[in-house]
């Protein structure tokens, strides 16, 4: 996709945990010798954050290899031009220029609008690049234009609670009222929770945000089909897209990981929620031919969990499905998570992997799907390792002491006795 290196930098911490130790040992030579940031070319805040940023600071943490630590701070200064916007939250699709250090904005990402995953994505790394610099400037400078980007969001008026997906970055007001847990919006909520987790439930203000944001979903957007299923709906000014995308499926792995630190009244319901949000998502798996989710499904016109548009049969490897299987099954242990993910090896193995890896496919109604001739890197990072979690014992990068990005690169929980 352009990014180089991409595949092996977010694959180095898969590598590692799977003791593929020859493997590893290659990609980390790589890093060393070939990863130079100054020929990288153009890449999105967003993507050098979760892919780059996060993948060697996870290699960082599992292998003390100081070569992983020294890559991440360098990257992490360069991402500082990007905050430079009147209101300090970098547009939509910014790039990021290493060689003139400019950052600017394709414009067909957001039409000049800041996407809500996009800026809302950052914080758990540049907390670790912050810690990890021991030096106030200046990466830990770019640590407070990330705080800033909550103030921000806290201060700004919400429609009925929830999150609008695009914000001006000139006037920090939200430019049009399309709302989603799926695309675009998917993980500003996950690292909302997963910053209270990783500062070892001390940001009590990610904590509260999560809450009221939950709490408006729940209450105006969380559905039941007719048939039962319960769902996610889209809210675009006012008006209710019954459709989920497979984006969104993460969120049963996230409602699941905050529901287990949850206030009393709320654990069991939002354990029943992830629960039956999990399995939603598996029917849109079950209801296929190959046994493999569409892009997205919709329950409308007669249709229940499955994709209704010939644009959305597709499947590119996404890890959403599994990384819930994964959450549930370690806070559940029930054995049906297990189940549903050797299905989705099984399935993998029979439609996706090709002489030279594994590639998306074009429809997943069709019994032989064609090919789409690309294994994307999040393949290596998150859907082959959520799946290798979920038949681990549980102490491997144990949910106590780890969080996963929204890229599934381990981060460490700060708990103050981390480093005995
Ligand atoms: C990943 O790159 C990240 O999880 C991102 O936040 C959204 N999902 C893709 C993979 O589907």
Known sequence: ????????????????????????????????????LNVNGEASLFEVN????????????????????????ELGEKLLPAFNTPTGIPRGGSLLS???????????????????AEFGTLHLEFLHLSELSGNPVPVSLSLSQVMNI????????????????????????WVQHHVSIGGLGDSFYEY??????????????????YDDALEAIEKH?????????????????????????????????MIALGAEHAREDRRQRHMELAAEITSTCHESYARSDTRLGP???????????????????????????????????????????????????????????VEAGFSGIRDVYSPTPTHDNMQQSFFLAETLKYLYLLF???????????????????LPINHTDFKA
């Open 1 to 36: 996709g352009g990014l180089r290196g991409a595949t092996v930098i977010d694959a180095l911490d898969t590598l590692y945990i799977m003791e593929l130790e020859e493997e590893f040992q290659e990609a980390k030579k790589w890093v060393e010798k070939s990863f130079d």
């Open 50 to 73: 979760i892919r780059y940023i996060g993948g060697l600071l996870a290699a960082y943490y599992l292998t003390g290899e100081e070569v992983f630590k020294s890559k991440a701070l």
């Open 98 to 116: 290493p060689c003139s250090g400019m950052s600017w904005s394709w414009g067909w990402a957001s039409a000049g609008s800041s996407i809500l």
């Open 150 to 173: 909550r103030r921000v969001l806290n201060r700004v008026e919400k429609p009925q609670g929830l999150y609008p997906n695009f914000l001006s970055p000139v006037t920090g007001s």
């Open 192 to 209: 909302l929770i997963k910053s209270w987790l990783m500062s070892d439930k001390k940001d009590s203000e990610a904590k509260k945000m």
């Open 221 to 253: 957007l969380v559905k039941k089909s007719a048939g039962g299923l319960t769902y996610i709906a889209e809210w675009r000014g006012g008006i209710l897209d019954h459709k989920m995308g497979h984006l969104a499926c993460f969120s049963g792995g």
């Open 295 to 353: 892009e997205a499904f919709r329950f409308d016109a007669g249709s229940e969990a499955m994709a209704t548009r010939l644009s959305e049969r597709y499947y590119i490897l996404r890890p959403e499905v599994v990384e819930s299987y994964m959450y549930l099954w370690r806070l559940t242990h029930d054995p049906k998570y297990r189940h549903w993910g050797w299905e989705v090896v099984q399935a993998l193995e029979k439609h996706c992997r």
């Open 392 to 410: 681990c014992e549980d102490d491997v990068l144990s949910l106590e002491d780890w969080v996963f990005n929204t890229e599934a690169h381990p």
